[in-house]
């Protein structure tokens, strides 16, 4: 399929595209691609798909819809390639405001893959909170090695320090005027916290 498009408007949106044509003008070239229909600019290594994407919010074209991973991937992938940084932005901003919709899975690989720091932080949160149980295959194929490892490094330390502040409740170190006995209320306290907030932590 083909498009007809305005030159200036690829250009100021891609850096890719402003530099193509301003180097083959500059060499004065005449019988280059995108002059014609007979000579069009072919776009490796993207899809039909991709490029409608970027169309679609260059030119103001509501989406319909909310984005979809298979979308947003495909058009992080179609920025990157071709230097569109603000609308690379425009990408992001997507995922930020529909990040609880998809897995922390999804988002860490986006994120890894992309390059995007301002995701990762978000779904790895979220991650913390997944049980090691609920993680299929696929989420640690998505993951890779090294963020599973790290995972389960961080899971299993809080659940250590979970355990600690269990079994430790905080100690009262000044009592009031009026306490008569110190000892035994810091065994009250110690009941309390045991069968309050020791079993909320340990209960998860």
Avoid at 88 to 115: D, E, G, M
Avoid at 148 to 159: D, P, R
Wanted: aromatic share 12%; hydrophobic share 40%.
């Amino acid at each position: 399929m083909s498009f007809r498009l305005c030159g200036s408007v690829l250009s100021s949106n891609s850096e890719t595209f402003n530099g193509m044509f301003a180097a083959t003008e500059s060499a004065g070239l005449e019988e280059i691609d995108r002059k014609s229909d007979e000579r069009p600019i072919h776009l490796a290594g993207t899809t039909q798909e991709m490029f409608e994407l970027f169309l679609e919010h260059t030119f103001g074209r509501a989406h319909a819809g909310q984005y979809t991973l298979e979308e947003l991937s495909n058009f992080l992938h179609f920025c990157d390639m071709y230097q569109c940084l603000h609308t690379r932005k425009f990408v992001v901003s997507c995922i930020q405001s529909t990040q609880y919709h998809f897995h922390p899975a999804q988002l860490i690989n986006l994120a890894i893959q992309y390059n995007m720091g301002a995701i990762f932080p978000f779904a790895f949160k979220q991650l913390i909170n997944t049980p090691i149980t609920q993680l299929t295959a696929q989420h640690r194929q998505l993951l890779g090695n090294d963020v599973f490892t790290s995972l389960v490094y961080v899971q299993a330390a809080l659940e250590e320090h979970r355990r600690i502040v269990a079994v430790e409740e905080p100690k009262i170190l000044i009592h009031t005027s009026d306490c008569q006995d110190p000892v035994g209320c810091n065994k009250d306290w110690h009941a309390i916290w045991w069968n309050g907030m020791a079993h909320f932590l340990l209960d998860g």
